[in-house]
C-alpha cells in the first residue's frame, strides 16, 4: 500500500527530529560511559616522582602499583636510614640529613617488569605534590566511629585505590570527648575506642591518619575544641556567653588555648593529617598549630579549613607559608551549580599555590554521599562527574573522597584510578591550570607539566554539546604537536594552529599536549 505524502513528510521530518537530538545533544548525558581502560596486569608505578619529609621524621611511603600480585618491590639508591618491604612496597625508617635523594623504584611480577625515577626531599616542606585520600563527612557527618574509619580504610586497600596513589583515612568532626589523659588533651568519645590501634590499623594497610579539630571552644558539629575558657580546659556541649553583653557566642576561640597539648597527643597516636576548621581563618591560630605540629618531631599535614573566599583571599599571602593547603571556598555539594560555581572561580588563588602548599577547593562529589547515615549516588551527571574530576586535577587541588567506599561503583572506580589523568594533579612542578582561551559557556584551562607537555582541559559549561578550540597562539604554543586523550589514554594525533573536539553539554575533553619529534 502507497501512503499518502503528507504521512511520509512527516514521517521524514520526525527522523530528522530524533536524528538531530541525537547528534546535537540537548542537555548532559546520564548514561555512564566508561573512558578509563582497565589497568594491564603487568606491573606499573604510579603516584608522584617527588616525596618531601623532614629531618628525623618517621618515614612512610608506599610504592603505588597496579598489576597483578604476587609482586616484588625493589629501591635503588635507597638512602640509609630507610628499607624496603619486598613484598608490600612499603618504605619506612627515618632520615636525619637534609638533602635530596634519587631513587629508582622497581616493581616485577610473573608478566615483566617497572620502574620509576623517584626523588625523596629531606628539607622543611611536606606535601610536595598535593594529598590524596578520603575525608569522612561527606559520607558519614556525625555518624563517623572507629569501626567505619577502619572499613573506609581496609575498602581502600582492597579495591585497588592505594596502587594509584590515594593515602590518607581523615577522620573529621564528632570525634572528640572530653579532655584528659598524659597531654590533657582531647580524648576521644564513645565511638572511637582506641585511636592508636586505630592509627596502627590504618599504617599497616600502607595508609596515613588524619584527625580533625578547631581552636574555637567547640567545632561546627558541637564538640571539645582546642580553647577553653578556663585553664583546666574543663568544656560541655552548651554555648559560651561573651561577659561583655551576656549574648550567645555559639563558636569562639577561648581564653586559653590546648593547641600544644592537643598536637603531642595526635603524634603519640600516630596521627599523619590535621583538618583544622574555623571561620575567619586568622593567622595567630595558624601560627600557633603550625608550631605545635612541628614540635612534635612527626610530619602532620596541616589543611585549613573553612572561609568565606573574600575573609581568606585578602589575608592568604601571610598564611599559606605555614600550611599544606587551605579551603578557598565554603562547603561543596554534589550539584552542577555548586561544583562548577567553585571550580571555575579559583582563578584569583593561582598565585599561592606552589610544591608544599596547595589551594583547596573542598572535596569530591563522586560516588555514595550523604552527609549522614543515609546516602545516595551522587547527583552529578557522568558528564559532571568527568569535569569535576579534571578541574580539580588542572587545579593541583588536594583530592579527597568524601564518598562511602565500600559502595564503589565500576563507574566511580574508573574515574578515581585513571593514573594518566592523576597524574596531572601529582605533577612535580605544582602549577595550578589557569584559563587560556575559551568565550561564554566554553572554557579552555591549561597547566604546564614538568616533562614539558601541556595539559590542557577543554570544559563546555552550556546546555547543549558545542564545538570547543584551543588554539595554539592561546597555549604559548608553535609548530606541529601531538595529542594525547588522557581519559582514554591513547594519542589522537598530530595538530598544527589549533586542536578542536566536541564536547558534551556540561562535560570536558581532557588532553596532554607535547611536541612531536
Known amino acids: 500500500m502507497k501512503l499518502p505524502g503528507w504521512i511520509i513528510f512527516r514521517v521524514t521530518l520526525a527522523a530528522i527530529f530524533v536524528s538531530t537530538k541525537i547528534f546535537a545533544q540537548d542537555g548532559p548525558r546520564t548514561t555512564p560511559e566508561f573512558l578509563t581502560p582497565k589497568p594491564a596486569a603487568s606491573p606499573r608505578i604510579n603516584g608522584p616522582n617527588i616525596f618531601g619529609v623532614r629531618p628525623g621524621s618517621p618515614f612512610l611511603y608506599s610504592i603505588p602499583a597496579t598489576g597483578e600480585r604476587p609482586m616484588k618491590f625493589t629501591a635503588a639508591k635507597l638512602p640509609r636510614g630507610l628499607k624496603l618491604d619486598a613484598k608490600t612496597g612499603q618504605i619506612t625508617g627515618s632520615l636525619k640529613k637534609r638533602g635530596e635523594f634519587k631513587v629508582t623504584l622497581r616493581a616485577k611480577n610473573s ?111 558541637r564538640r571539645n575544641g582546642g580553647s577553653a575558657e578556663n585553664p583546666e580546659g574543663f568544656w560541655t556541649n552548651a554555648p559560651t556567653k561573651s561577659p561583655r553583653n551576656k549574648k550567645v557566642l555559639p563558636y569562639a576561640v577561648g581564653k586559653f588555648s590546648f593547641a600544644t597539648n592537643d598536637a603531642a597527643q595526635w603524634a603519640a597516636w600516630g596521627f599523619d593529617c590535621l583538618k583544622y576548621d574555623w571561620n ?72 599561592f599555590s606552589r610544591p608544599g602548599h596547595w589551594n583547596d577547593p573542598d572535596m569530591l562529589v563522586v560516588g555514595w554521599v550523604g552527609w549522614g547515615p543515609k546516602l545516595h549516588a551522587t547527583k552529578l551527571t557522568p558528564d559532571e562527574q568527568y569535569a569535576h574530576i579534571s578541574l580539580w586535577c588542572l587545579l593541583a587541588s588536594p583530592l579527597l573522597m568524601g564518598c562511602d567506599l565500600e559502595k564503589l561503583d565500576d563507574f566511580t572506580l574508573s574515574l578515581l584510578t585513571n593514573d594518566e589523568v592523576l597524574a596531572v594533579d601529582q605533577d612535580s612542578l605544582g602549577k595550578q591550570a589557569v584559563q587560556v582561551g575559551g568565550d561564554g559557556d566554553l572554557k579552555i584551562y591549561a597547566k604546564p607539566l614538568d616533562d614539558g607537555s601541556l595539559a590542557v582541559g577543554l570544559f563546555n559549561v552550556g546546555a547543549t554539546e558545542s564545538n570547543v578550540t584551543a588554539n595554539w597562539p592561546d597555549l604559548k604554543l608553535t609548530g606541529k604537536q601531538t595529542v594525547r586523550d588522557l581519559w582514554r589514554q591513547k594519542n589522537l594525533g598530530e595538530f598544527s594552529e589549533k586542536f578542536e573536539a566536541t564536547v558534551a553539554s556540561h562535560g570536558v575533553v581532557f588532553v596532554r599536549i607535547f611536541p612531536t619529534p
Not at 618531631?297 to 573566599?309: E, G, W, Y
Request: proline residues 4%; aromatic residues 8%.
Open 111 to 221: 608478566l615483566g617488569g617497572a620502574q620509576k625515577e623517584f626523588r625523596i626531599v629531606v628539607g622543611d616542606d611536606l606535601a610536595l605534590t598535593p594529598p590524596m585520600g578520603w575525608n569522612s563527612w561527606n559520607c558519614w557527618a556525625g555518624a563517623v566511629d572507629q569501626e567505619k574509619v577502619l572499613r573506609s580504610a581496609r575498602a581502600m586497600a582492597a579495591s585497588g585505590l592505594a596502587q594509584h596513589g590515594w593515602t590518607y583515612i581523615n577522620i573529621d568532626d564528632t570525634w572528640q570527648g572530653k579532655r584528659g589523659g598524659e597531654f590533657n588533651a582531647i580524648q576521644p568519645n564513645e565511638k572511637f575506642s582506641d585511636m592508636k590501634t586505630l592509627c596502627d590499623e590504618i599504617h599497616a594497610l600502607g595508609l596515613k591518619a588524619g584527625i580533625y579539630s578547631t581552636p574555637w571552644v567547640n567545632s561546627y558539629g
Open 280 to 351: 575567619p581563618i586568622e593567622r595567630p591560630q595558624v601560627v600557633e598549630m603550625a608550631d605545635a605540629l612541628r614540635a612534635t618531631k612527626r610530619d602532620i599535614i596541616l589543611s585549613l579549613s573553612n572561609n568565606s573566599r573574600d575573609r581568606l583571599l585578602d589575608r592568604i599571602a601571610d598564611i599559606a607559608p605555614l600550611a599544606q593547603a587551605w579551603r578557598t571556598t565554603g562547603d561543596i555539594n554534589d550539584s552542577w551549580g555548586s561544583m562548577s560555581g567553585i571550580g571555575f572561580k579559583q582563578g584569583d588563588w593561582t598565585k
